[in-house]
């Protein structure tokens, strides 16, 4: 008996071909709209749906494969005589291959100013259900739904004659993947577009960017996959242009870098070690700042992450090219820049699009059988309601200082502590249990520099006890939220040394 395929499809690259070979191998070929013209016009013999239904597309072709004579022919068990007879007495033929994907809902909704009138005309109906009714027949019917698989089938094909139970079920099994990615779309927009804040079912999809060698440690498998319509401004979608390949460990410093990094709109560089910052600077120039980022911790920096916010040029590259660092992330590097630091050969160099604007994520963390989901932490001091509490009002040096401090605690994990001046970070206290503690670490890393510098602080003061450790190191302006029963006492213990301090209304838990 004669085979019969049935290919339609949106994504036509390599369908001549693939359609070809199936003819030469002695299959009737069924098609709709578009891809029966193109394979008419390239010579390929094929007859339309509408030969099949007997009923012509209509609707603006909405309906034209949902019916008896396409979905008999694909569900039919081959080997179950009831099936054989009832397609018999209803003259249904068998569709032994079929070739679909669907209209492209993904990159309809990724054009700006969409509107949803034509976001909904590209939600495919009859291709999805083609494509899952020949997957769960996969013991009788071949699916293909990636062109990328269209020469390894030819290839069976003619080799054995159809592909065996085990690639069927392979090929099934990435139909589900995809029809479950594709109605992931679908319902993530119509969840936004509809103004539904918490859908009783969470529905996420992620495309694999790399397997990696190994996660955390060397005996944990892990992968890496990004979110097809995140934000540019990540390493999901980071560029990378010479080194070796990043490691798990490599994407979270990276990651945890560049959140840091984009708070800031005058050149600023960013070390990362373990996903917290160990040296934070800001200058006139990128080569000023990361100069300030290796003062800030000039051993924490070793075998980190840096992350800067302007092109790197030749004189930051000679100072990136003296320390073993894991990876540069920046914009651009000259082409003397490159030179330079692709002349060691694991140094990984990542380019991120910081001109995009940063789409805003939900952030997801997954705990033991369980996802918490929260919006990003995009808050910052443009949008406090900022208090000086205490008699003394700050200095303009004082206030750029708690503000360098401010945008960098929210990255640092909690309890936080950080100790800056008006241009880099002089100390970090990150993830203590109690705050004070978190303080003393900052503060000691500090040691002399902490004297006229600012500290800030993610979460309020519980006890006047930061306030004294912070007056006794010579810190002389302090940035916190507020809002503990007993704030009144951390204010008395600033006027009493005189210190500075800003409530901000807000906290920046980092767990």
Same mark, same amino acid.
């Given at each position: 008996?004669?085979?019969?395929?049935?290919?339609?499809?949106?994504?036509?690259?390599?369908?001549?071909?693939?359609?070809?070979?199936?003819?030469?191998?002695?299959?009737?070929?069924?098609?709709?709209?578009?891809?029966?013209?193109? %394979?008419?016009?390239?010579?390929?013999?094929?007859?339309?749906?509408?030969?099949?239904?007997?009923?012509?597309?209509?609707?603006?072709? &909405?309906?034209?494969?949902?019916?008896?004579?396409?979905?008999?022919?694909?569900?039919?068990?081959?080997?179950?005589?009831?099936?054989?007879?009832?397609?018999?007495?209803?003259?249904?033929?068998?569709?032994?291959?079929?070739?679909?994907?669907?209209?492209?809902?993904?990159?309809?909704?990724?054009?700006?100013?969409?509107?949803?009138?034509?976001?909904?005309?590209?939600?495919?109906?009859?291709?999805?259900?083609?494509?899952?009714?020949?997957?769960?027949?996969?013991?009788?019917?071949?699916?293909?739904?990636?062109?990328?698989?269209?020469?390894?089938?030819?290839?069976?094909?003619?080799?054995?004659?159809?592909?065996?139970?085990?690639?069927?079920?392979? %090929?099934?099994? +990435?139909?589900?993947?995809?029809?479950?990615?594709?109605?992931?779309?679908?319902?993530?927009?119509?969840?936004?577009?509809?103004?539904?804040?918490?859908?009783?079912?969470?529905?996420?999809?992620?495309? %694999? +960017?790399?397997?990696?060698?190994?996660?955390?440690?060397?005996?944990?498998?892990?992968?890496?996959?990004?979110?097809?319509?995140?934000?540019?401004?990540?390493?999901?979608?980071? &560029?990378?242009?010479?080194?070796?390949?990043?490691?798990?460990?490599?994407?979270?410093?990276?990651?945890?870098?560049?959140?840091?990094?984009?708070?800031?709109?005058?050149?600023?560089?960013?070390?990362?070690?373990?996903?917290?910052?160990?040296?934070?600077?800001?200058?006139?120039?990128?080569?000023?700042?990361?100069?300030?980022?290796?003062?800030?911790?000039?051993?924490?920096?070793?075998?980190?992450?840096?992350?800067?916010?302007?092109?790197?040029?030749?004189?930051?590259? +000679?100072?990136?090219?003296?320390?073993?660092?894991?990876?540069?992330?920046?914009?651009?590097?000259?082409?003397?820049?490159?030179?330079?630091?692709? !002349?060691?050969?694991?140094?990984?160099?990542?380019?991120?699009?910081?001109?995009?604007?940063?789409?805003?994520?939900?952030?997801?963390?997954?705990?033991?059988?369980?996802?918490?989901?929260?919006?990003?932490?995009?808050?910052? %001091?443009?949008?406090?309601?900022?208090?000086?509490?205490?008699?003394?009002?700050?200095?303009?040096?004082?206030?750029?200082?708690?503000?360098?401090?401010?945008?960098?605690?929210?990255?640092?994990?909690?309890?936080?502590?950080?100790?800056?001046?008006?241009?880099?970070?002089?100390?970090?206290?990150?993830?203590?249990?109690? &705050?004070?503690?978190?303080?003393?670490?900052?503060?000691?890393?500090?040691?002399? +520099?902490?004297? !006229?510098?600012?500290?800030?602080?993610?979460?309020?003061?519980?006890?006047?006890?930061?306030?004294?450790?912070?007056?006794?190191?010579?810190?002389?302006?302090?940035?916190?939220?507020?809002?503990?029963?007993?704030?009144?006492?951390?204010?008395?213990?600033?006027?009493?040394?005189?210190?500075?301090?800003?409530?901000?209304?807000?906290?920046?838990?980092?767990?």
């Amino acid at each position: 008996m004669k085979k019969r395929a049935l290919i339609s499809v949106s994504d036509k690259s390599g369908v001549i071909e693939f359609a070809k070979e199936l003819k030469t191998l002695g299959y009737d070929i069924i098609s709709t709209g578009g891809t029966k013209k193109l %394979l008419l016009e390239n010579d390929v013999d094929v007859m339309g749906v509408e030969e099949v239904t007997g009923f012509p597309e209509i609707l603006e072709g &909405r309906v034209k494969t949902l019916h008896p004579n396409i979905h008999g022919g694909l569900l039919a068990k081959r080997g179950e005589e009831s099936h054989l007879r009832q397609m018999e007495e209803q003259g249904i033929e068998g569709i032994d291959l079929v070739c679909v994907n669907l209209y492209p809902f993904q990159q309809t909704i990724a054009k700006p100013n969409v509107s949803v009138e034509e976001a909904i005309e590209n939600i495919d109906i009859g291709g999805p259900t083609m494509l899952r009714a020949a997957a769960k027949n996969h013991q009788y019917v071949t699916v293909v739904v990636d062109a990328l698989d269209y020469d390894e089938i030819i290839a069976e094909l003619k080799l054995h004659g159809e592909p065996s139970l085990e690639k069927r079920r392979k %090929l099934a099994a +990435k139909v589900f993947r995809h029809t479950a990615a594709y109605d992931s779309f679908i319902a993530e927009y119509m969840t936004d577009v509809s103004g539904e804040e918490n859908p009783e079912r969470f529905t996420r999809t992620y495309e %694999l +960017k790399q397997t990696l060698r190994y996660g955390e440690n060397p005996h944990q498998q892990a992968s890496f996959y990004r979110a097809p319509l995140g934000s540019e401004f990540s390493v999901a979608m980071a &560029r990378q242009l010479h080194g070796k390949e990043l490691s798990y460990n490599n994407i979270n410093d990276a990651n945890a870098a560049l959140q840091i990094v984009k708070e800031f709109t005058e050149p600023a560089a960013v070390a990362v070690k373990h996903m917290n910052p160990c040296g934070v600077g800001v200058g006139s120039t990128i080569n000023e700042a990361f100069s300030k980022a290796y003062e800030a911790d000039s051993t924490s920096i070793f075998g980190g992450i840096v992350a800067l916010n302007r092109m790197v040029d030749e004189d930051t590259a +000679k100072q990136l090219h003296e320390i073993f660092l894991e990876i540069v992330i920046a914009p651009a590097f000259s082409d003397e820049a490159f030179e330079i630091l692709s !002349g060691k050969k694991n140094i990984r160099l990542l380019t991120v699009p910081f001109e995009t604007t940063n789409k805003i994520e939900r952030k997801l963390t997954t705990v033991e059988g369980g996802l918490l989901v929260q919006a990003d932490d995009t808050f910052t %001091l443009d949008d406090a309601d900022l208090r000086v509490v205490t008699k003394r009002e700050p200095t303009e040096a004082e206030w750029d200082a708690m503000k360098l401090g401010w945008k960098v605690v929210k990255h640092v994990k909690s309890n936080a502590i950080v100790v800056t001046d008006a241009h880099m970070t002089v100390g970090v206290g990150a993830g203590q249990m109690n &705050r004070v503690g978190a303080a003393n670490i900052a503060l000691e890393q500090a040691g002399v +520099k902490a004297k !006229g510098a600012a500290m800030a602080s993610d979460a309020f003061f519980p006890m006047d006890d930061t306030v004294e450790a912070a007056a006794k190191a010579g810190i002389t302006a302090i940035i916190q939220p507020g809002g503990s029963i007993r704030d009144e006492d951390s204010i008395k213990k600033a006027d009493q040394y005189g210190i500075t301090m800003v409530m901000t209304g807000i906290r920046h838990f980092k767990h």
